[in-house]
C-alpha cells in the first residue's frame, strides 16, 4: 500500500487542482481509511494478513461485508484515489492504475479461491448476493 507513495514522492509531478477539490480527495481518502479499518474491526480474530483459514475461522457476512465481500481492498483503493486527487499527484495516479488496482483484482481473485475451498456452499451463496469489491454493483 504505502510503495506507491514513495514513488510520487520521488517523482512528483503535480496537477493542478482548485483546493476545494483537494478536499474533497482528502475527504474521500479519510473515509476510505475509516472503511477499511471498520472491515478489519468487523473481522475480528477472523483478520489476518495472510491468505489462509485456520481453526474457528469464520464467514464474515455481517457489517461492510453486506455491502461487498472485500471491503479492506475497496477501502484501500478509494484512499489511492482520494490521495491521488489530495496531492495533485499525476505519478499517484499511475502507480495506483498499474500496480494498486490490478494488485488488488488478483488478491481478490486469490482470496475468493480460498475462502470459496474453506467454506464451499455458505461462501458461494455469500459471492452471490454480495458484490467482490464495488458495493450495488449487481
Do not use: N
Amino acid at each position: 500500500m504505502w510503495i506507491p507513495f514513495v514513488v510520487a514522492y520521488f517523482f512528483p509531478v503535480a496537477v493542478d487542482l482548485p483546493m476545494t477539490v483537494r478536499l474533497a480527495g482528502l475527504a474521500i481518502a479519510v473515509a476510505s481509511a475509516l472503511f477499511a479499518a471498520w472491515a478489519m474491526w468487523s473481522l475480528g480474530k477472523s483478520y489476518g494478513i495472510r491468505m489462509d483459514l485456520y481453526e474457528g475461522h469464520r464467514l464474515v457476512t455481517e457489517g461492510p461485508y453486506r455491502l461487498t465481500r472485500h471491503p479492506m481492498y475497496l477501502g484501500i483503493v478509494s484512499f489511492h484515489v482520494g490521495a491521488t486527487i489530495a496531492m495533485e499527484s499525476l505519478v499517484l495516479l499511475v502507480v495506483t492504475l498499474l500496480y494498486v488496482i490490478p494488485f488488488t483484482a488478483i488478491r481478490i481473485g486469490a482470496e475468493d479461491r480460498i475462502l470459496a475451498a474453506g467454506f464451499g456452499d455458505q461462501f458461494r451463496a455469500f459471492a452471490g448476493r454480495v458484490p467482490a469489491l464495488v458495493p450495488f454493483a449487481r
